[in-house]
T-cell receptor, first 112, second 114 residues
Framework: SQKIEQNSEALNIQEGKTATLTCNYT??????LQWYRQDPGRGPVFLLL?????KEKRKERLKVTFDTTLKQSLFHITASQPADSATYLCALDVSGNTPLVFGKGTRLSVIA | NAGVTQTPKFQVLKTGQSMTLQCAQD?????MYWYRQDPGMGLRLIYY???????DKGEVPNGYNVSRLNKREFSLRLESAAPSQTSVYFC?????????????FGEGSWLTVV
């Protein structure tokens, strides 16, 4: 069956360190992979999109990698700050005109 | 600057009551979605509308109906609410479905069925 797994439900790191979140999937062949941020009591907000033929994408302190052989995406936040504390969701774009499929998310806490 | 607006924000229902969650977007998007989010279960798609005049079932459609009233509005109806429908509901929209289009979410509707 098709499955998306985000490495852990919760991740605690110290301010200034790099946070690395993992998204693994099975039995999908996504053309794109997206990452969203969700703050408590709010709707998810889009952060980054990476295409299947791209290895890496950067935006300010954020970096996403996409390995279609390993069926894995890594999401990095460098020089993390307490304001980065949120839940991060990965989402697969599995085929044209089909809604995104979301992972369950990883709740990141950055401790000062 | 409204984006996706959904109402109500909070609602308490008794088992068996009906209600409609309203959603409107002002971005001229073709596709609209209803998700529910439960602890430990993540976001699950209830129904979506790829374009005006079409609706399709998602992963968890049982107990729900939808109406794509026009291009802007997409409502979700619970005909006979059950405690299992206690959840946070998110409406969302995108220019089209898939193809790398990002999804814009509303702020959520907290529904409790007692």
């Amino acid at each position: 069956s098709q499955k998306i797994e985000q490495n852990s439900e919760a991740l605690n790191i110290q301010e200034g360190k790099t946070a690395t979140l993992t998204c693994n999937y099975t039995n999908y062949s996504p053309a794109y992979l997206q990452w969203y941020r969700q703050d408590p009591g709010r709707g998810p907000v889009f952060l980054l999109l990476i295409r299947e033929n791209e290895k890496e994408k950067r935006k300010e302190r954020l970096k996403v990698t996409f390995d279609t052989t390993l069926k894995q995406s890594l999401f990095h936040i460098t020089a993390s700050q307490p304001a980065d504390s949120a839940t991060y969701l990965c989402a697969l774009d599995v085929s044209g005109n089909t809604p995104l499929v979301f992972g369950k998310g990883t709740r990141l806490s950055v401790i000062a | 600057n409204a984006g996706v607006t959904q109402t109500p924000k909070f609602q308490v229902l008794k088992t068996g009551q009906s209600m409609t969650l309203q959603c409107a977007q002002d971005m001229n998007h073709n596709s609209m979605y209803w998700y529910r989010q439960d602890p430990g279960m993540g976001l699950r798609l209830i129904y979506y509308s790829a374009s005006e005049g079409t609706t399709d079932k998602g992963e968890v459609p049982n107990g729900y109906n939808v109406s794509r009233l026009n291009k802007r509005e997409f409502s979700l109806r619970l005909e006979s609410a059950a405690p299992s429908q206690t959840s946070v509901y998110f409406c969302a929209s995108s220019e089209v479905g898939g193809n790398g289009n990002t999804i814009y979410f509303g702020e959520g509707s907290w529904l409790t069925v007692v």
